[in-house]
């Protein structure tokens, strides 16, 4: 079992090199499902470009570097558990249908749900430290994330399920 963090520095470096290493497992995953819904809305919505998932990425390496981090592959179990999750229901990806869709607008849910809750504990680290560049960096990619989620949600209530509900 890891140590908890000494102080709040620690734990600022410790979630930023976190969210890097699951954005990195997270843009695979994204790409799949991309490549695996059947509607065309919710792949494009969680594309790696329309999710931004490349530029927060970027971002997270820039506050990495100027932490005078290294990037780590180490991921929470959270993290772990809803990319292993999400690739499964990626399985059969020749086999689409509007319930496969749900399942797959789930799992983005419950990821986006997790990077947000992580990032609005870093944007209040960030503050807390008075880490300027890094509050607004934080609060950037928690906006892209709430906006992708928002559409997801309008995909969900508009798209996806008065679909299944007419199976």
């Given at each position: 079992?890891?140590?908890?963090?000494?102080?709040?520095?620690?734990?600022?470096?410790?979630?930023?090199?976190?969210?890097?290493?699951?954005?990195?497992?997270y843009l695979k995953?994204?790409?799949?499902?991309?490549?695996?819904?059947?509607?065309?809305?919710?792949?494009?919505?969680?594309?790696?470009?329309?999710?931004?998932?490349?530029?927060?990425?970027?971002?997270?390496?820039?506050?990495?570097?100027?932490?005078?981090?290294?990037?780590?592959?180490?991921?929470?179990?959270?993290?772990?558990?809803?990319?292993?999750?999400?690739?499964?229901?990626?399985?059969?990806?020749?086999?689409?249908?509007?319930?496969?869709?749900?399942?797959?607008?789930?799992?983005?849910?419950?990821?986006?749900?997790?990077?947000?809750?992580?990032?609005?504990?870093?944007?209040?680290?960030?503050?807390?430290?008075?880490?300027?560049?890094?509050?607004?960096?934080?609060?950037?990619?928690?906006?892209?994330?709430?906006?992708?989620?928002?559409?997801?949600?309008?995909?969900?209530?508009?798209?996806?399920?008065?679909?299944?509900?007419?199976?």
């Open positions: 079992m890891k140590t908890p963090p000494l102080n709040l520095i620690e734990l600022f470096n410790s979630t930023v090199a976190g969210l890097y290493a699951a954005d990195k497992k995953c994204y790409e799949t499902i991309a490549k695996t819904a059947m509607s065309a809305e919710l792949s494009h919505t969680l594309s790696p470009e329309q999710t931004n998932l490349e530029s927060h990425m970027s971002k997270l390496s820039l506050l990495i570097d100027l932490q005078g981090l290294k990037t780590s592959r180490i991921t929470q179990v959270l993290d772990d558990q809803l990319y292993t999750e999400a690739m499964d229901c990626c399985g059969f990806a020749k086999q689409k249908s509007i319930l496969k869709d749900i399942q797959l607008l789930h799992c983005a849910q419950q990821i986006l749900q997790s990077k947000i809750i992580r990032l609005e504990s870093l944007y209040l680290t960030a503050k807390e430290l008075k880490k300027e560049q890094a509050v607004n960096l934080i609060h950037e990619i928690k906006a892209d994330h709430k906006q992708t989620y928002s559409e997801l949600l309008e995909i969900a209530q508009h798209k996806l399920y008065p679909l299944a509900h007419q199976i």
